[in-house]
Structure formats: C-alpha cells, structure tokens
C-alpha cells in the first residue's frame, strides 16, 4: 500500500513558476514509476509526465515539454513537478499516482493522492 499527498498547490499570476511535490508514506516508493496528472472541471484526468523508479527514465506530454519538469528524491520519498511560465489554462487540479511501469496509461496508476488546486490568472 502506497499513500500520497500532494502539495505546493496555490493561486499564481500567469508566467509565474510552481513546485509541485508528493510525498509517500512506506518503503516501497523507490519500487514504483511515478506520475503527474491533472484534471480540468468537467473533464478527464489528462497524463502530464512520468518517471521511472530510479529517475533515469522520464516521459512528458507533448504539450508540457519544455514547461513541467518531473523528478523525484528516493531517499525523501518524494516526487515533484516543476512549473514554469504558467498560463490561465493550467488551471486544474493535480495528482500524482504510483504504477508499477512507466506509462502514459491512467489505468496503469493503482494509489493516487488527493489533488492539489493550481489557479493560474491572467
């Protein structure tokens, strides 16, 4: 069992910069790919990046490379996401969710956080 909970979540100026992080409870953090995703009202929870347990491997959405960097801290059990030059429609809420592969695929994420809201004005 994995649990998460995201964090650094808050209301910026669009070109601002956000830190994301997801910290875990267990000893099996370091045994998982790991992933971020966000949802916007009323609409499916869309795949932002993903890496592998050792950090080597990553995977980003076409549409966020270059913007969102994914990284993790095994030793802090920790995953994060770094956001810059934010724009009104990053608005969402984001999860970060645990997967025994590295994949795009939601269905793949078995323990997910809470969310955390990001509120990007113009």
């Known amino acids: 069992q994995v649990q998460l909970a995201e964090s650094g979540g808050g209301l910026v100026q669009a070109g601002a910069s956000l830190r994301l992080s997801c910290t875990t409870s267990?000893?099996?953090?370091?045994?998982?790919?790991m992933g971020w995703f966000r949802q916007h009202p009323g609409k499916e929870r869309d795949f932002i990046a993903t890496?592998?347990?050792?950090?080597?491997?990553?995977d980003d959405a076409d549409s966020m490379k270059g913007r969102f960097i994914i990284s993790r801290d095994n030793a802090k059990n920790t995953l994060y996401l770094q956001m810059n030059n934010l724009k009104p429609e990053d608005t969402a809420v984001y999860y970060c969710?645990?997967?025994?592969?590295?994949?795009?695929?939601?269905?793949?994420?078995?323990?997910w956080g809470q969310g955390t809201q990001v509120t990007v004005s113009s």
């Open positions: 969710a645990a997967s025994p592969f590295l994949t795009k695929d939601i269905r793949q994420y078995f323990y």
């Open positions: 267990g000893r099996t953090f370091s045994s998982y790919a």
């Open positions: 890496i592998r347990d050792n950090g080597v491997i990553t």
